[in-house]
T-cell receptor, first 112, second 115 residues
Framework: DAKTTQPPSMDCAEGRAANLPCNHSTISGNEYVYWYRQIHSQGPQYIIHGLKNNETNEMASLIITEDRKSSTLILPHATLRDTAVYYCIVRLKMDSNYQLIWGAGTKLIIKP | DTEVTQTPKHLVMGMTNKKSLKCEQHMGHRAMYWYKQKAKKPPELMFVYSYEKLSINESVPSRFSPECPNSSLLNLHLHALQPEDSALYLC??????????????FGAGTRLSVL
């Protein structure tokens, strides 16, 4: 199974870019990388996903290395509301279903 | 609207009780999921329903019994639970379980305490 490795915690100053790394060295060619975050006492919230190319949406950017063994989630201008646990996830196909294989998560604390 | 609604938000039950958790979505999604999340851990998949049929059971004990009465509703029936079953139970839905791009939308969860 492809697995992800994330730092357990990170700090970032408010207004600065938050860069969250993730290693997924055993990922297969057709497995997507997803990022979700979970704010305290809430359900996980989808952020972004990608396969090979870099991706950007209104929440974040996802940079995937050419060998696909690692990726970085970028929150361009972090606010206090971005304080959350960020999960790097690999999506595997198992039988006819796709399942999310969750990493342990990075607790991101945005400081004023 | 990307809302998944779970009720109740909190539940305390004894080991001999029978209770049910409910989940509802109105996004037209045909795949629904139950996850269990212990403190400071990522969610763990329990069940997947695809077109109202159970497609994945991750070796969950029989004291947890899922039910999908229609495409918008998902229930989790609880009976004879143990204290170690105390956790946050999350429901999610997605368009289809077998799609290459499969964004799951999560509810806020039910925080369950078993005494």
């Amino acid at each position: 199974d492809a697995k992800t490795t994330q730092p357990p915690s990170m700090d970032c100053a408010e207004g600065r870019a938050a860069n969250l790394p993730c290693n997924h060295s055993t990922i297969s060619g057709n497995e997507y990388v997803y990022w979700y975050r979970q704010i305290h006492s809430q359900g996980p919230q989808y952020i972004i996903h990608g396969l090979k190319n870099n991706e950007t949406n209104e929440m974040a950017s996802l940079i995937i290395t050419e060998d696909r063994k690692s990726s970085t989630l970028i929150l361009p201008h972090a606010t206090l509301r971005d304080t959350a646990v960020y999960y790097c996830i690999v999506r595997l196909k198992m039988d006819s279903n796709y399942q999310l294989i969750w990493g342990a998560g990075t607790k991101l604390i945005i400081k004023p | 609207d990307t809302e998944v609604t779970q009720t109740p938000k909190h539940l305390v039950m004894g080991m001999t009780n029978k209770k049910s958790l409910k989940c509802e979505q109105h996004m037209g999604h045909r795949a629904m999921y139950w996850y269990k999340q212990k403190a400071k851990k990522p969610p763990e998949l329990m069940f997947v329903y695809s077109y109202e049929k159970l497609s994945i059971n991750e070796s969950v004990p029989s004291r947890f019994s899922p039910e999908c009465p229609n495409s918008s509703l998902l229930n989790l029936h609880l009976h004879a639970l143990q204290p170690e079953d105390s956790a946050l139970y999350l429901c999610a839905s997605s368009q289809l379980a077998g799609l290459a791009k499969n964004i799951q939308y999560f509810g806020a969860g039910t925080r369950l305490s078993v005494l």
